[in-house]
């Protein structure tokens, strides 16, 4: 049998098989070695969750932990990418985004059109997301929306280690600005993955299951629930095609489209809160573009508009489930014109 | 300022609350009892409760993600903070913040924060709001070393110098945050250093001395209520545990917290002095362990018993009005 | 004839009597008076547009300038917001939101969830929005959608200068986080306003104009395309229904939905980019709530996914107008299913 | 270092296409050919000159929102910035970015920039790939006294001392920040003090002085390329127009400008010094002045003759591969 590693261990080694064959790729952010000036070890911590681990031993100061300044370290990253290296800059959690966004959606993501298509920023921002980890409001959010929204960023929300890999690689290889979204939850479940380095191109979403009575879009660890449900409703009669989108930016509109003409039904999941989110923008993608094809609403499931809370028996409510998603399939498939 | 025995029987309790609380948690953590990051202030209980025994119910404070002491030394309750570790529906907020968001506003207490350097553009706040409703109070922002480096921290510290703000920077230099040296990422001998740069008194003074920080705060405190403007105070002291429980701390060196707790422990100091100076009896001291140890052991107690919240709950409290 | 002025004096009037009424509302900014520590006048400025000029010379030091440290003093009027005051604060563009997100995202809207209900923060972020003075990639965004998408925050976008005063009034008294976006180019309007203080309620959206064949919904300045584009169509012999959202969050669902049961056609206009934005949220609504009533593919003009150019040739382009708000009215009424 | 006959009628030059770039678009937008927001650097030509002679291709610099002296001295072309302000799709970046936006990484013009304190960041990661990728090269960011306020600023000089990156931060210092005085504005007597805070040298200059800066850079960039960290430099600057074209600047004392023009003009003084010293004659200096104005009288002529941006341009260079 083909190896079987986790998705922690996939984005760790797409991290060492680049820094192994391009020199100018460069790791850095805040304890992404750890123990830097310490009197203990050094590539102590590898993030908090260990994540990068191991990379310091292999290629010393070109993994540099960073202080607690995340607009100067970000935006050193920026820099950095429009003068000759190739940076893989950790934000720790999306919801520090708030402390240095500017340099991502003023500069990065602007500098080539505003320089007139002379400049190249080929960056790459990984950050964790997500609710699960009774984190509480300021460490679970999503946020990929409002990196979606802005143009001259790609946004990548990778859902199974082979993907992971494959798109970090291709991340770290794009020439464009690239925002790599890690689910905490998501890095210890384990699939095949490819020793070798390889590539997954942007825009191409992964059907995960073909099915023809009702389309269900996930991405990142909303597509397990989504393949929970399909395979739950199998058994009920409903067929599903549950599509991946892998990249919300570029998005395959294409593989959405033909689904949703073929299904007919349309289930967006999203762990994002509700308001201009991807389930909306999937959803008025549908609406716009296959509407013809439509027999029932489309549904969405999301979280709730609420900030993420902290009790256990909350966040656990807070989450889309499986159940949640079938019983929304369910209403669709139930649905009479 | 001098302290009565009242005052210092108080900031023994107060110290001691908040060690036995953090011993406490480590081991429920450890027991699988506590969900979510938790981050223990063991070790530096003298900074919080040198500062906030200046404060009164006026005054404001803003926290970190390492905020059970601050909480403590404000007055927040302990069952009430003890069940909202616990992630209980009589929690201080109800079991929606949990141990990085705590906050009572009703005691000046502004939140723990899980963004670090997000409180000191708050703390600026809370002083202008001061300053400009005349209550005389002053508010206090505890950073780390870390967040000292976060540029939300250095524009506040010039924000309170240009506007004057009855506000004080608490910088807590543990040496660390989370696994990185204070020396590696801070360019400065000391982060008092600085204050000068933004026209500010700054102070750096031994954090594991109660009596120390309790002296330089109460100047700080007598400035700003004065209308002499902000002033930085750095305390430097180390953390008992890792950045947050699960963490194995291998950055630090070997025996380097056992050495600490067995040479210059802020508890252990503070009874030799007080007792020695014979303005506290061992006998004092030791009933008010007991009797903090029983509030706690009750906290835990009646935070294990008390209900979750329920499904209902989940929708609430995210506006006034919507 | 009753009063005449313009939006933007329509703001400064709200400010001036809120001011007036209650002693803890505050004003501050960059150069919001101007002037502050230079030998030449005070109340110099009023922002670089000229709007708060004048409250400092009718309210003394409740008008504050501030250093370029956005994060300081937004995250300063937040901290007063939960210490008594009721600040307005002004983040000088929209744009600028990268260098202080956090006091807003994870800060203001968030206390109240994460303090169990007991935290009141009253504070206005009043901002500037929108392309159309050739002021390029980082001084011309919309951004509305990404405040939109947080919970615990409020976002008005006014059209008029009507609305602009009584929803600015409004959110003065509101106990919650609000941000108020203005747009540069509506400054100058000029429309009907009572001179006493009025409120106009959260959530209300405004049927700018009632019709039977198409719904246009629109929000700040694209709502006078969207009544232009309505007027040319009436001549046709389209008769829309242009529905004004005044506020995005808040969202008025009932209004849209009931003018999409009524007219079976859904048109959105936003300005803002187009992916996860206000468009896509109304659309995707429309397709969840009124399905049965579509009957033509909901359309939505918005802003290409390109930063925005300097040239006014391309900004011109860049921007939706009413042709092209009209020409997917039409596209509407001429699908055949 | 010093400075040769073929130095001074450089910087000379330098010094007078930026004033008369600026003197020019003064006109241009008074008569409405201008669209946007314009602010010129008319006044402060011997920083950007002082600091940039000592750079060459190998190095950076980040620029700001009065960013086209930083262009013109660190060498972009005449025509194509005209051409950009005008909007035209000859423009250095094809009518895209603008007056605020005028970049050619080819010369290592990293792009004026519209966020006030965008720069710095940006320079720190220029001065990484510098040490990374061994070039030699160095970094310089130019920051105005209102920049000099911004965290990301701040974050900036901690970063850049910690890794000792060879990065210089220039601090124009005009007195300004739109309408509201650096006095009032920033907690410091001079931005150079600072520096101490963030452990490396800081250092106030007459920034009418081209000599002065100069030299002070010297030592700044030398001190970088051998590897021994950062520098700050505050340059007291004024600024001849107001914060963008069309401010009627009440907030200026009255005279204010055209006292300083009358003494302390960075332009006048140069013609002063070099003339009187016997480095250069004047007639070497007239006759520089009339190739520069010539020189922008073709570059304005070309600008708005030259092609508008087409619709097919909207939507290019978004991505390099979408
Ligand atoms: C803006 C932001 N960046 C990073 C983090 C992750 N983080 C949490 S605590 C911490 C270390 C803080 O160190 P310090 O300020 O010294 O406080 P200490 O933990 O030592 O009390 C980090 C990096 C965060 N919560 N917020
Ligand atoms: C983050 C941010 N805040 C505010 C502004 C608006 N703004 C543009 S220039 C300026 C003043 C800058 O002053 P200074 O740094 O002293 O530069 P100067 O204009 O004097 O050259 C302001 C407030 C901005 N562009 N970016
Ligand atoms: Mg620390
Ligand atoms: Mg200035």
Known sequence: ?337 | MQLSRADLLKAYRTMKMIREFEERLHIEFAAGEVPGFVHLYAGEEAVATGVCMHLDDRDKITSTHRGHGHCLAKGCDVDGMMAEIFGKTNGLCAGKGGSMHIADLSKGMLGANGIVGGGPPLACGAALAAKKLGTGGVAVSFVGDGGANQGTTLESLNLAAIWSLPCIFVIENNGYAESTSCKYAGACHDFADRASGFNMPGVTVDGHDFFAVHEVTGEAVRRARMGNGPTLIECKVNRYYGHFEGDAQTYRARDEVKTIRETRDCIANFEKKATSSGMLAASELQETSREVLAQIDDAVAKAKAAARPGAADLLTHVYVSY
Not at chain 1, 117 to 128: D, H, I, Q
Not at chain 1, 150 to 177: E, F, W
Not at chain 1, 197 to 202: H, R, V
């Open chain 1, 1 to 337: 049998m083909s190896r079987q590693i986790s998705l922690q261990q996939a984005v760790n080694e797409a991290l060492a098989q680049e820094m192994e064959r391009d020199k100018t790729v460069i790791v850095m952010g805040e304890d992404v070695a750890g123990g830097s000036g310490t009197q203990g070890e050094m590539d102590a911590w590898g993030g908090p969750l260990g994540i990068t681990k191991g990379l310091w031993s292999k290629f010393g100061d070109r993994v540099m932990d960073t202080p607690i300044s995340e607009s100067a370290f970000v935006g050193a990253a920026v820099g950095a990418a429009v003068s000759g290296l190739r940076p893989v800059v950790e934000l720790m959690f999306v919801d520090f985004m708030g402390v240095c966004f500017d340099q991502i959606l003023n500069q990065a993501a602007k500098f080539r059109y505003m320089f007139g298509g002379k400049a190249v920023t080929p960056l790459v921002v990984r950050t964790m997301y997500g609710a699960g980890l009774r984190a509480a409001a300021q460490h679970s959010q999503c946020l990929y929306p409002m990196f979606t929204h802005v143009p001259g960023l790609k946004c990548v929300v990778p859902s199974t280690p082979y993907d992971a890999k494959g798109l970090l690689i291709q991340a770290i290889r794009d020439n464009d600005p690239v925002i790599f979204f890690e689910h905490k939850l998501l890095y210890s479940i384990r699939g095949e993955v490819p020793e070798e380095p390889y590539t997954i191109p942007f825009g191409e979403a992964n059907f995960v299951r073909e099915g023809s009575d009702a389309t269900i879009v996930a991405l990142g660890r909303m597509v397990h629930l989504a393949s929970d449900a399909a395979q739950a409703l199998a058994q009920e009669g409903i067929d599903c095609e549950v599509i991946d989108l892998r990249t919300t930016s570029p998005l395959d509109e294409d593989s959405v489209l033909e689904s949703v003409e073929k299904t007919g039904r349309l289930v967006v999941v999203d762990e994002a809160s509700p308001r201009c989110n991807i389930a909306t923008d999937i959803a008025a993608l549908a609406g716009q573009k296959a509407f013809a094809s439509l027999k029932a609403p489309m549904a969405m499931v999301t979280a709730p508009h609420t900030p993420v809370p902290f009790s256990d028996v909350l966040e656990d409510q807070y989450i889309p489930d499986a159940k949640r998603v079938a019983a929304a399939v369910r209403d669709t498939m139930r649905y009479k014109a």
